[in-house]
Nanobody, 119 residues
C-alpha cells in the first residue's frame, strides 16, 4: 500500500511560483507512474501532469503546458510539480496520485494541498 503525502501549497500572487512535493512511503515508488491532479471549488477533479517511472513520457494538461513542470527523484521517493506564471484559475486543491502502469487506474492518492493564487 503506497502512501502519498503532498506539501508545498500556499498563497501566492498571480505570476508567482510554487513547487509542490509528493513523498511516497515505499521504495517500490520508483516503479509507479506518478501524477498530479487538482480540484477547484464546485468543479470536478482534473488531470494536471504525469510522469512514468524513468522520467518519461511526460504528459500535461493543455491549461498548464509551458508553465508547470513535473519531475521525480526516485532516490528520494518524491515527485515534484514546479508551477510558474501562476494564474487565479490555478487555485485548487492539488493531489498527488500513483498507478502501477500507463492505462491502469489511479489507485493511490494523497490528502491534497491547497494552492491559492490571488489576482
Amino acid at each position: 500500500q503506497v502512501q502519498l503525502v503532498e506539501s508545498g501549497g500556499g498563497l501566492v500572487q498571480a505570476g508567482g511560483s510554487l513547487r509542490l512535493s509528493c513523498a511516497a512511503s515505499e521504495r517500490t515508488f520508483r516503479s509507479y507512474v506518478m501524477g498530479w491532479f487538482r480540484q477547484a471549488p464546485g468543479k470536478e477533479r482534473e488531470f494536471v501532469a504525469s510522469i512514468t517511472w524513468n522520467g518519461g513520457p511526460i504528459a500535461y494538461a493543455n491549461s498548464v503546458k509551458g508553465r508547470f513542470t513535473i519531475s521525480r527523484d526516485n532516490a528520494k521517493n518524491t515527485v515534484y510539480l514546479q508551477m510558474n506564471s501562476l494564474k487565479p484559475e490555478d487555485t485548487a486543491v492539488y493531489y498527488c496520485a500513483a498507478r502501477l502502469s500507463l492505462g491502469a487506474k489511479w489507485d493511490y492518492w494523497g490528502q491534497g494541498t491547497q494552492v491559492t493564487v490571488s489576482s
